[in-house]
């Protein structure tokens, strides 16, 4: 599967972003979905995942209660919402897929960059 990432811009604090995960192929359903970000000179983290059934979600402690993943399967797309934005969730955004959530996620996207000014 290859991904797509999109949605990424400059924001003020406090705004609102949705990032979007585009999937090609006829299996998008079938694989569990994860966001990571990257900022410059650390280590890329995790931001937050959905199951493959889309039941499941799990999210980092820095992004809870203000970032939601959902994935609409006709689509063939994954959403990241992220409300209530601050300087330190500036990073750039992958989107990350491994099929039935199982092992290490096998297929990563292009970045796309998200910048919160202060």
């Keep these: 599967v290859q991904l797509q990432a999109s949605g990424g811009g400059l924001v003020q604090a406090g705004g609102s972003l ?5 999937a090609s192929g006829r299996t998008f359903g079938s694989y569990g979905m994860g966001w990571f970000r990257q ?3 650390k280590e890329r983290e995790f931001v937050g995942s959905i199951s ?3 039941g499941n979600t799990y999210y980092a402690d820095s992004v809870k209660g ?3 993943i959902s994935r609409d399967n006709a689509l063939n797309t ?3 919402q992220m409300n209530s934005l601050k300087p330190e969730d500036t990073a750039v955004y992958h989107c ?4 039935y959530d199982i092992g290490d996620y096998e297929h990563w996207g292009q970045g796309t960059q ?3 000014s202060s």
Excluded: D, K, M, Q
Excluded at 96 to 99: F, G, N, W
């Design 18 to 22: 949705r990032l979007s995960c585009t």
């Design 39 to 41: 900022a410059p000179g």
């Design 52 to 54: 493959w059934s889309g």
């Design 66 to 68: 203000r970032f939601t």
């Design 78 to 80: 994954v959403y990241l």
């Design 96 to 99: 990350a897929a491994r099929e």
């Design 114 to 116: 998200v910048t919160v």
